[in-house]
């Protein structure tokens, strides 16, 4: 598999990330400590089914340990702080690339069964193609949480919003 929009995709939201002007959700949703929570968790999960493939199992992806508040929580407690929370998806997204890039093609292609859920609905129930799975951390996943730290930035007095 080619990871290079994972690694760049995940590059952007670590770069959003670091902004010192986060704040909290409008809407009551996650702060950046819970979306970097979350995606360790999608990733060590996601990585785990590439792994569990490779070694010839027959993995499940569910989504829904990545949205418990007690786990998001627990996970951000083993952290220092954000930037703690950054540099371990940093590491574990290298982990997860590079697992990725050694698939080969019969193993990027087995079905894998999914649940997902996205803000309490339903969005996935159906086995799809490891390298699917992977592929849309890069294509939708990641781009929609970079999204989501930036609308909780913070107006600053005299700084442009536009980075």
Known sequence: MDTTGLRAAYDRLLEVAAMPDLGDADDGGWNADQILAHLLSVDATVAAVALGVVSGSRPTFDNRVSLDPWNLDRIIAEHSGRADLAAHLRSQVA??????????????SVLVPSLLLSNNALGLDQP??????IDGLADDHVPRHTQQLLDLRVAVPGLSAEK
């Open 95 to 108: 982990v997860l690339c590079d697992v990725a890039d050694l698939l080969s093609e019969q193993a990027a």
């Open 128 to 133: 799809v193609p490891l390298a699917a799975l």
